[in-house]
């Protein structure tokens, strides 16, 4: 599976962005896509994901600010961030969840000025 990570940048505390993560090659055994960040000499922390029925889990920091959501028919999936906070800063890595292990993204850099 390859990803294609979209949509990071550098935006002040209050706004928004939208991450987008195309998948392509062999789909086969995933059974949710989603969202992990890893901020500096922390650990890689869920942000998010959602399985193939839809259903839905988020990091508890996120909770109520983070929306994940996808389109079958495109493999991509969306996340939409808003209230960002500078502790929300760091890299977001798309991955995909299988019975063997998970797939990353090379990640995609998310920077909140305060």
């Known amino acids: 599976v390859q990803f294609v990570e979209s949509g990071g940048g550098l935006v002040q505390a209050g706004g928004s962005l939208r991450l987008s993560c195309a998948a392509s090659?062999?789909?086969?055994?995933?059974?949710?896509i989603g969202w992990y960040r890893q901020a500096p000499g922390k650990q890689r922390d869920l942000v998010a994901t959602?399985?193939?029925?839809?259903?839905?889990n988020y990091g508890d920091s996120v909770k109520g600010r983070f929306t994940i959501s996808k389109d079958n028919a495109k493999n991509t999936v969306y996340l939409q961030m808003s209230s960002l906070k500078p502790e929300d800063t760091a890299v977001y890595y798309c991955?995909?969840?299988?019975?063997?292990?998970?797939?990353w993204g090379q990640g995609t850099q998310v920077t909140v000025s305060s």
């Open positions: 991955t995909a969840e299988t019975g063997w292990g998970p797939y």
């Open positions: 959602i399985s193939n029925g839809g259903s839905t």
């Open positions: 090659g062999s789909t086969f055994g995933i059974n949710a």
